[in-house]
Every structure is written in C-alpha cells, then in structure tokens.
C-alpha cells in the first residue's frame, strides 16, 4: 500500500465548511466532520464483510484500523475501542487453529467413529502444519527480511560454517513468525521481521496491543514457536545422529530460554506484564525449581528478574491464567531441553 497523503501540497479544505484542515488532524476544527470519513465507511463495511464470514482476526484488524482515523475523545472512538476488546478476547477463546479445525473435528465426531476421528485428526494436524508451512514461507517474500536474513546468515557463517549459519537464523525466523501469527490473529499492524547479524531479529508494532493480555499472547508466541524449532532440531538430531542437528537444537532452546528473561523489550517482559503479583511470584517459584533441577545458569538470570519485576514491578490487577501456564511451560522445557547431551556438535 502507498501513502496517498503527498508532502508539500496545501492544507487540505473541509469539503463540508470550507475550513482550512491540518494534515495531522481527524476531524475539522470548526465543523467536526470526520477528515477519512470515506476510509472509515470502506474500513466499516470491510469489518462488516469479515463479521458476516466469521473471521474475527480480519474484523478486528478493520476496526484497529479505523481507530487509528477517529479522534480519541468521540463516541465514535469510544464505540470502535469496545468492539476491539470484544474482539480481542473471542479471539483469545477460538481454538489457535481456527474456523476450519472446529468444523473438521465436529464432522468426525458425528458420524464417523473412532478411525474417522484418527483420520480426521490426522487431517487436522497436517492442514494444521500446511497453514504454519505457508505463513512461515509467506515471511520470505518481503524482501527487507529475506536480504537481512541472508546478511546474517553470511556474518554466522564466517565464525561458524555454513551448516549452522543456516540453522540458527532458521531457528530465529521460526521464532519471529509466531509472533506474526500471533500479530496477524489479534489484527495488530506491525513490519516484517528484520535480522540485525549478531543480535537477532526484531518486529515492530505499528499499532499497540488494547491491554496487557494482547501482549503476552503476541509476546509468548515466539517462544512457543521457538520450542517447535527446537523440538524438531532435537527430533532431526536423534532419528540422523548428525551432531549439528543437535547444536542448532541447543543453541535454539538457549535463546528462547533467554528471549524470557523479563526485563527491557525481551519477550518475557511482555508476557510478565499480564501477571499479578502472586502470578509474579509463582512464575518465579517455577524458575526457581527449574535451576535446581537443570542447574541451567541462564536461569539464575531469570529468578533474580523475576524476583525484581514481582517485587517492584508494575503487576497487573487481573490475574491471566493463560499467560501464567504460558510462561512456566516455557521455561520448564526449555531448561529441559537446554539439557539434552548434544554429542560431537563440533564446528563442521
Ligand atoms: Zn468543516
Ligand atoms: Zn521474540
């Protein structure tokens, strides 16, 4: 999409009273009307058009963007922003899967019996996997991720081969795009994601989630995603023994482990923005119990910011059960998993 405001030209006249209208304004100061009063009708029949095919991630996506073009203090905005809430959290109930694996499942369960429920789960789990296989190739047409990721891959290279080079900044990409996922499923605007070599990847959000539960889910969602790499990597380094398979496995369950140290802008931040104070507490208790049975050091990190943000951070008033569950699956099986002997994981 290209910007149809050009710099440079006079200030736009309200067609309603003639008024002079400032570029950054929404609505005309002598007369009030809407200046995107026609974006805002197409977004609304947009919003309309999802409602009516039940996709609730394209309405939600419709009316964030019509917020954005309603001034803040309007009945209008006022309107938008509850139906967002509203939105968000039937979102938060669907199934990850969607529309498609409910109506799978009720169909077997009708009338097919056991072996149509296995078949029809089977068929779940592979459109289940199509759908992640597209989204996650569908990341490489933009060109500014695809030739950051190269660059990236050709810094790695340099210090540890090709083989690995190429495994690790797969295991990032894996890890951005659930966050994507996640972005694209609560509506929120945000650029592709762009590999600084060296650091990581990073996306950033063009519009900010409505409360603190958006963000854990878009938070989390890379390192759950990230444990998918992993796992795989794992399963990759069992069935062929190949050593390598066995490092980008290990080094992708390290930086995800990292990724939820909960300070700064790291995922676990976000996803510890949902907690209350006791959920705080319990998260810290959990990677407490982690250390002493991995005695993973990374996780020393963890407890003590942990211990800090239940301490003295800003908790949330309502408890997030889910993003409580979220956060100490994660760092259980990520310790476990940092623990997994690798054998002749040389440099190749
Ligand atoms: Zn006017
Ligand atoms: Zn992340």
Sequence with gaps: MIDTVSAGSAPPVCPECG????????????????????????????????KQTGD??????????????????TTQHRTVATRVAELSRAVDRQPAAGKQGSRLGKGAAGGLGAIGVLLAKFKFALVFVLTKAK?????????????SMLLSVGVYWTIWGWKFALGFVASIYIHEMGHVQALTRYGIKATAPMFIPG??????????????REDARVGLAGPIWGVGAAAAAYAIYF?????????IAHVGAFINLFNLVPVWQLDGARGFRALTRKQRWIAVGVIGLAWL????????????????AAWFGDAAQESDGTALLQYTWLVAI???????????????
């Design 19 to 50: 008024a002079q209208v400032a570029p950054a304004l929404l609505a005309c100061p002598s007369c009030h009307r809407l200046v995107h009063v026609d974006e805002l009708k197409h977004l609304a029949a947009a919003a309309a058009q999802a």
């Design 56 to 73: 609730a991630s394209a309405e939600l996506a419709a009316w964030r963007q019509a917020l954005d073009l309603l001034p803040p203090d």
């Design 135 to 147: 989204l996650l190739l569908l990341g490489l047409t933009k060109a500014s991720t695809l030739f």
């Design 199 to 212: 650091v990581g990847a990073f996306i950033r959000l063009k519009q900010y989630p409505t409360d603190r």
């Design 239 to 247: 069935a062929s023994r190949a050593g390598i398979w066995g490092a």
């Design 293 to 308: 049975l991995t005695s993973e050091g990374l996780l020393v990190l963890l407890l003590v910011a942990g211990a800090a």
């Design 334 to 348: 990520l310790s476990l998993m940092t623990r997994i002997s690798v054998v002749g994981a040389a440099r190749q």
